[in-house]
């Protein structure tokens, strides 16, 4: 894709629960398994703690792509706070698209403590697809 | 709570007007309610010494209903955030609210988010023709001092509802689908009715026997016909102009780009979020820590981009808000009148809002039983929106 400018790396924040995708990206490490280093991870005590702000800020503060990771429905160690982070997520998601924020840029999954090379596969697929995308610049802190 | 299931469930019954005198015979109603002690006090609109507006006052004695207007056609304040003060501790005996159906729904609305409190609560639906700006309503009574509030009734019986000449309603009110309460404990219909002669009083659900007995009231099932058909015919002008209006403006913001244009002109005054009766938390994110940067910060951040604008922080304001209170906002429009740049918020809570809300199948207001959006979820949903497989 032309728009990706050379040696351009997406940089991403991924908000992972400490419960599950959090392990679940150690797992990943101590097997060794190799995934794009584009990530910043935060630690989360459970992806029901994020709040929608919290995806805008970085967006704005210039990221490229945002991954919100917790348990799997039925999992959550707090019983439901990913299926409430759920709601507050597609609604959100719902009206960045609207504003033309593409879809892929904020991203959300569920990733458990022992799903090593699941969470390898899901920043390989998450960082194809900003990459594809280009850099982000419409949140960034300009005028507004 | 039982008795919210909107207008459907409700009996009515006609109350005769005296001299072609609807006012008049409206007061004498809510005096009956207040000498009867059915309710101890009364929230109701009053004229301003000045005569030119009024605003919702709390009335402990009946004599003081004389200059009480419960079809006052402006909305100075959103009645709802009224509610949460004045709800926000145990009281003895009854109050009464006078509510315009907007006021209803975000009352309801906030009962789901503890703010307000209806158990010793009379709720007092009346039908809403619509409502004009406080300095317009204002300026409407320098010019003709002789003005009468019935005038503001006019073409409500046939359902061809205009402004005053010269005037316009309010743009939120020129949109609005809601004309008539949803629920309410009891609902003074206009309405389709010959308002120079009768009134029709709606009970539902939990004060209807003893409003019955009380007051002699013989409350009979069903509405009338002409009174749906007013209504339908209302609400579907109403509609058309809201999907224009809509429309316009998602043309003006359906890019993020166009989105910040159309806001540039904010300054940030956080009037919107003030009057908003939706928005309630008592520490607010904006006046946190999260938005006190440190002057390092700004400095790099003028740095980085070469300029920034002051104060900053626009955009986040309105996403945020937005994400937090869509799906409950009832396009009451308190945050259009309230904004010194003319910024057409309350339409854009309606574009980005109503599409959230179908999205959850949800009416704000509706029904206090119905959970907000995001205080619940269903196991298997959004599975697309929120991208797992
Ligand atoms: S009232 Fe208007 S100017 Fe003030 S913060 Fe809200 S949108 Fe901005
Ligand atoms: S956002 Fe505006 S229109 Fe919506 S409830 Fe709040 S004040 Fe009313
Ligand atoms: S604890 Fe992991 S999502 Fe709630």
């Known amino acids: ?144 | 709570m039982d008795g919210l299931d909107g207008v459907q469930r409700m009996k009515s019954t006609i109350i005769k007007v005296e001299n072609k005198d609807t006012l008049r015979s409206l007061r004498k109603f809510l005096g009956r309610l207040m000498e009867s002690k059915f309710v101890e006090a009364l929230l109701v609109p009053k004229l301003l010494p000045g005569g030119d507006g009024f605003v919702q006052s709390l009335i402990k004695d009946s004599r003081m209903l004389e200059d009480a207007n419960p079809i006052a056609p402006t909305m100075a304040v959103q009645s709802a955030r009224i509610l949460s003060e004045l709800t926000s501790s145990p009281f003895d005996g009854r109050i009464g609210v006078v509510l315009k159906p907007c006021e209803l729904r975000a009352a309801v609305e906030m009962v789901k988010f503890l703010q307000v409190n209806l158990d010793n609560v009379v709720t007092i639906g009346v039908d809403c023709p619509g409502t004009y700006e406080v300095g317009d309503y204002a300026e409407m009574v320098k010019k003709d001092r002789e003005l009468s509030p019935q005038a503001f009734l006019e073409g409500a019986s046939e359902g061809e509802i205009r402004p005053r000449q010269g005037y316009n309603f309010r743009e939120c009110c020129q949109i609005c689908e809601y004309p008539v309460p949803l629920n309410g404990d009891i609902t003074i219909g206009l309405l389709g009715l010959d308002h120079s002669k009768e009134i029709l009083l709606m009970a539902g659900g939990r004060f209807e026997k003893e409003l019955a007995q009380k007051f002699s009231l013989e409350l009979k099932e069903g509405n009338s016909a002409n009174r749906e058909k007013v209504i339908e015919k209302v609400t579907h002008k109403r509609r058309e102009q809201r999907v224009k209006v809509i429309d316009e403006l998602k043309e003006r913001v359906n890019i993020i780009e166009k989105f910040m244009q159309t806001l540039s002109t904010c300054i940030r005054c956080h009037n919107c979020m003030n009057v908003c009766p939706i928005c309630y938390c008592k520490e607010c994110v904006f006046k946190s820590l999260v938005f006190e940067h440190r002057s390092e910060q700004f400095l790099n951040w003028a740095d980085r981009r070469g300029a920034i604008r002051m104060p900053g922080d626009t955009l986040i304001f309105h996403l945020t808000r937005m994400s937090h209170m869509a799906t409950s906002c009832v396009g009451c429009g308190m945050c259009d009148s309230a904004c010194p740049s003319d910024l057409p918020i309350s339409s854009l809570f309606g574009l980005i809002g109503s599409e959230l809300q179908e999205m959850f199948e949800y009416v704000p207001g509706r029904d206090a039983a119905e959970e907000p959006p995001v205080s619940v979820f269903k196991e298997d949903e959004l599975q697309a929106e929120a991208g797992s497989e």
């Not at chain 1, 728009?3 to 997406?10: A, G, H, R």
């Not at chain 1, 910043?40 to 704005?60: E, H, T």
């Not at chain 1, 959550?76 to 719902?94: D, E, Q």
């Not at chain 1, 892929?104 to 995308?133: P, T």
């Open chain 1, 1 to 144: 894709m032309n728009k990706t400018v050379d040696n351009w790396e997406p940089k991403i924040v991924a908000f992972l629960c400490n419960w599950c995708s959090y392990a679940g990206a150690d797992l990943a490490g101590v097997s060794r398994l190799q995934y794009p280093p584009n990530l910043r991870v935060i630690r989360v005590p459970c992806s029901g703690r994020i709040n929608p702000l919290y995806i805008v800020k970085a967006l704005q503060q210039g990221v490229d792509g945002v991954l919100v990771s917790g348990c799997h429905p039925g999992d959550c160690h707090y019983i439901s706070g990913n299926l409430v982070a759920r709601r507050k997520f597609a609604l959100l998601k719902n009206f960045l698209a609207y504003l033309g924020i593409e879809p892929e840029r904020v991203q959300f999954s569920w990733v458990s403590a022992s799903e090593g090379s699941r969470f390898a596969a899901l920043i390989e697929k998450v960082v194809d697809e900003v990459k594809e995308l280009g850099p982000a610049k419409k949140l960034v802190k300009k005028g507004l």
